[in-house]
């Protein structure tokens, strides 16, 4: 058993970079598409929807395999590496989930918030950034602590693009050793200890958030 433990923990160690490299991209992808989804302007409310649609209508298998097996191809002639590849699948694919859960975190905002902004005479991305925005954070992280917990879990498909995450670590050891259950107990515990670390630091910040805005 001691034996399976370094080449999981190294699979281990690609599937958290992998997961906190998306969920960064993830996350600005979210902001960026929730505030266009705000915007006056119709071009990027509707710039902001249509990523919504394509990327939360769409299997993130198919989103990863287009990046990696398509893009190489005519006209596009673009080879990306299996950690950009994963990264910015993984990415793209949280961000459209996870702007519609901003956009519903800004709905959450009570109404006297905005006005009170603009009693205030703040310019509207003042009243957006500084006002409302740390609000809807509030509203944001519990089911932003799942979407993280989820994209974790999805991040298992990297190993179809050739990424030697904790997936493919795994099946490696399962063939060479024909010790499946215990390779597969490991990665079941490795994916619990890691979803658990995900929830227990947005727990934090949810207290520490409340604490700013008390």
Same mark, same amino acid.
């Given at each position: 058993?001691s034996?399976? =433990?370094? $080449?999981? &923990?190294?699979?281990?160690?690609?599937t958290?970079?992998v997961? %906190?490299? @998306?969920?960064? $991209?993830a /996350?600005l992808?979210?902001?960026a598409?929730?505030?266009?989804?705000q915007?006056? &302007?119709?071009?990027?409310?509707?710039?902001? /929807?249509a990523?919504v649609?394509v990327?939360?209508?769409? *299997? $993130?298998?198919v989103q990863?395999?287009w990046?990696?097996?398509v893009l190489?191809?005519p006209?596009f002639?673009?080879?990306?590496?299996?950690?950009?590849v994963?990264v910015?699948?993984?990415?793209?694919?949280?961000?459209a989930y996870?702007a519609?859960?901003l956009?519903g975190a800004l709905?959450a905002?009570?109404?006297?918030? #905005?006005?009170?902004a603009? /009693?205030?005479s %703040?310019?509207?991305l003042q009243?957006w950034w500084?006002?409302?925005l740390?609000q809807a954070?509030?509203?944001?992280l519990p089911p @932003?602590?799942?979407?993280?917990?989820?994209l974790?879990k999805?991040?298992?498909l990297? *190993?179809l693009?050739?990424?030697?995450?904790? *997936?493919?670590?795994?099946g490696q =050891? +399962?063939e +060479?050793?024909f010790?499946t259950?215990p390779?597969?107990a $490991?990665v079941?515990?490795?994916?619990?200890?890691?979803?658990? +670390?995900i #929830?227990?630091?947005?727990?934090?910040?949810?207290?520490?958030?409340?604490?700013?805005?008390?």
């Amino acid at each position: 058993m001691s034996a399976l =433990l370094p $080449l999981l &923990w190294r699979g281990a160690l690609v599937t958290a970079q992998v997961t %906190l490299l @998306a969920a960064a $991209l993830a /996350a600005l992808l979210a902001l960026a598409a929730a505030a266009a989804r705000q915007a006056p &302007w119709r071009a990027l409310r509707a710039g902001g /929807a249509a990523y919504v649609a394509v990327f939360r209508g769409s *299997s $993130l298998l198919v989103q990863l395999f287009w990046l990696f097996y398509v893009l190489p191809l005519p006209p596009f002639d673009l080879r990306l590496a299996p950690l950009t590849v994963g990264v910015l699948g993984l990415g793209l694919n949280g961000g459209a989930y996870g702007a519609e859960l901003l956009r519903g975190a800004l709905a959450a905002v009570p109404r006297g918030q #905005h006005e009170a902004a603009i /009693a205030l005479s %703040l310019p509207p991305l003042q009243r957006w950034w500084r006002i409302v925005l740390p609000q809807a954070l509030r509203h944001a992280l519990p089911p @932003a602590t799942t979407l993280l917990i989820e994209l974790l879990k999805g991040s298992a498909l990297v *190993s179809l693009v050739g990424m030697a995450d904790l *997936s493919m670590r795994a099946g490696q =050891l +399962a063939e +060479a050793t024909f010790e499946t259950g215990p390779v597969y107990a $490991l990665v079941l515990l490795g994916y619990f200890v890691m979803a658990q +670390a995900i #929830h227990g630091l947005m727990r934090l910040a949810e207290r520490r958030l409340a604490r700013g805005q008390a």
